[in-house]
């Protein structure tokens, strides 16, 4: 049964923390996304990668940290230099990207992230 | 940098065809047209995506004006389920980022 699975489904954590959220995928997708969203508002990139050791940043990368060891997992680290750090974050994956193909991005089930 | 614009929120009678509008002024010849739902709390689910020709999968049509600058989502028969904030995004190279701006929250009336 492929997908993405994203762990834990709720998490908190006290201000200060370091934090990693959790992303794999058993799609054999080359391209993997972290975005985030915060209440009533769509979501935004914070990094993405296209192909393992390799990514780069959103819109939004700055206080967050990721490594992209192995195809299947996209790990995200929440430093504690992310001044508003609670939110929803999502992770989703792709067939890699090229100019005259469209490839839909496949979401997990996200990680709502509570800091206090 | 919004790529599209929605109408912030839309009601459709159960059973009745749910249109949701989308307009992408800016969109350049190579960009795809997306439509993904959230229901609350959950990731996106992806619907259908398209690039000049009207396209019809099991979910949903997506109509696309000719000229492109537009395109309409349509859930041919709502059902309840159906119930959930509608994002029309058009795919920004490189990267394959997606854009997604605040949606259209459509709810399904008994």
């Known amino acids: 049964d492929g997908g993405i699975t994203q762990s834990p489904k709720y998490l908190f954590r006290k201000e200060g923390q370091n934090v990693t959220l959790s992303c794999e995928q058993n799609?054999?997708?080359?391209?993997m996304y972290w975005y985030r969203q915060d209440p009533g508002q769509g979501l935004r990139l914070i990094y993405y990668s296209q192909i393992v050791n390799d990514f780069q940043k959103g819109d939004i990368a700055e206080g967050y940290s990721v490594s992209r060891e192995k195809k299947e997992s996209f790990p995200l680290t929440v430093t504690s230099a992310q001044k508003n750090p609670t939110a929803f974050y999502l992770c989703?994956?792709?067939?890699?990207?090229?100019?005259?193909?469209?490839?839909?991005?496949?979401f997990g089930p996200g990680t709502r992230l509570t800091v206090t | 940098d919004a790529k599209t614009t929605q109408p912030t929120s839309m009601d459709c009678a159960e059973g009745r065809a749910a249109n949701l509008p989308c307009n992408h002024s800016?969109?350049?010849?190579?960009?795809?047209v997306y439509w993904y739902r959230q229901i609350h709390s959950q990731g996106p689910q992806y619907i259908i995506h398209?690039?000049?020709n009207n396209e019809t999968n099991e979910m949903a049509s997506l109509i696309i004006t000719e000229d492109r600058k537009s395109s309409t989502l349509i859930l041919p028969h709502a059902t309840l389920r159906d119930t959930a904030v509608y994002y029309c995004?058009?795919?920004?190279?490189?990267?394959?980022?997606?854009?997604f701006g605040t949606g259209t929250s459509l709810t399904v009336i008994p």
């Open positions: 398209g690039l000049k």
């Open positions: 799609l054999n997708h080359d391209a």
């Open positions: 989703a994956s792709s067939r890699n990207y090229t100019s005259r193909n469209a490839y839909e991005q496949y």
């Open positions: 995004i058009v795919r920004v190279a490189p990267g394959n980022q997606f854009y």
């Open positions: 800016t969109i350049s010849g190579n960009e795809y």
